[in-house]
């Protein structure tokens, strides 16, 4: 039986997704799926073109909903999640060996190399957020004060990136994980849509189901880095990914520290407005106005719960239609 499948999620990625496929002919015993989300430039094409099979949704599932989708396509006990501007270079196998050598483990991520070759250090591999990271982050603190100890150990900046170890949330755009956690925590989580958020949550809830995440830094992608973002409308980039921050803090922390993440959210989301006006255009304070009235309605909403979920729609690959379905599931095979 095939050992490792691989899964890349595509949204508007004509640009990336050659190199990227280019990158795995010489992997063996590996079955590849492409799961599109309703792209227009020519990504399908791209894929087409190089003989890989490829899931067409017609509308954006999001990622996470890309990614269970691309899991139930395949059979293999091993996942690896790749993203499109992702260029796998070696380790594989190191990567997939970790999995018999402890029946515990559940993900394993490798080290991801920028356009210069230096490792995506503070990126590739991080420790899980807590309420103190997040609200640093929205309050801009680690912009200003990068080194202070709260984002030092959140972005695992005291770890050499050569070492391998234990980790808690490896970059989503390059990790392996087993068909076996994928089933015993249902999945991702397609209430983080369309992007951002979802790997942090898998990662929590693997650890949380008593997995271990380990990083291995023999394992090498070259990653160029921002191409979900790119590919993202500006005018609703702050909703999604203050939204989806916020998704995370309900489900992960308690009363006391989601409450502070939600003030903190909406301070910083007002700290930005003041500091960009009057060179701001009216979007951008409309945008920050609509964090700041998100942030609002969560700190001092009776429920933590969710927001909302993913319309379920079809993908059709050559002889399949994969139901893109909402939230995360206990029986998603």
């Keep these: 039986m095939t050992r490792v499948a691989i899964v890349i999620v595509t949204y508007h ?8 496929l280019d990158a795995l002919r010489n992997e063996t015993d590996v079955e590849i799926v492409v799961v599109d989300n309703a792209s227009t430039d020519g990504t399908r094409e791209a894929v087409l073109a190089r003989g890989i099979r490829l899931i067409a949704n017609p509308t954006n599932c999001g990622f996470a909903g890309g990614v269970n989708i691309g899991v139930k396509a395949t059979t293999a006990p091993l996942i690896l999640l790749l993203n499109p501007d992702a260029h796998l270079q070696c380790g594989l196998g190191e990567m997939a060996a970790m999995f018999d050598a402890d029946e515990k483990m559940g993900i394993v991520g490798g080290r991801l190399t920028g356009p ?8 590739m591999t991080r420790n899980l957020p807590t309420p103190a990271a997040l609200s640093f982050e929205v309050l801009g603190i680690n912009r200003l004060w990068p080194g202070n100890p709260v984002n030092w150990h959140y972005r695992c900046m005291e770890v050499s990136p050569m070492i391998a170890g234990p980790t808690e949330q490896p970059a989503g755009a390059f990790f392996m994980f087993s068909r076996r956690v994928w089933d015993t925590v249902g999945g991702m989580d397609e209430r983080f849509a369309p992007v951002w958020f979802e790997d942090v949550d898998f990662c929590a809830r693997v650890k949380g189901a ?8 023999t394992a090498v992608a070259r990653h160029a880095g921002g191409h979900s973002i790119s590919s993202i409308p500006a005018r609703v980039r702050h909703n ?19 409450r502070v993440v939600c003030a903190a959210t909406a301070l910083g989301s007002c700290l930005r407005a003041v500091r960009g006006w009057p060179q701001s255009s009216p979007t951008v304070l409309s945008e920050y106005g609509a964090v700041v009235r998100l942030a ?28 893109c379905g909402a939230g995360p599931r206990k029986h998603v095979r």
């Excluded at 008593?210 to 830094?217: K, T």
């Excluded at 999604?240 to 989601?258: C, M, P, R, T, V």
């Excluded at 909302?308 to 050559?318: E, I, R």
């Design 13 to 20: 990625s004509a640009a990336e997704i050659g190199g990227c």
């Design 116 to 123: 210069d070759g230096q490792p995506q250090v503070g990126f």
């Design 210 to 217: 008593g997995f271990g995440i380990f990083y291995q830094p």
């Design 240 to 258: 999604y990914w203050y939204g989806n921050l916020l998704e995370y803090a309900a489900k992960h922390f308690g009363i006391i520290g989601f």
């Design 296 to 323: 609002f309605v969560r700190l001092f909403s009776v429920r933590r719960g969710y927001r909302g979920v993913v319309s379920g729609q079809h993908g059709v690959d050559v002889v399949t239609k994969i139901n």
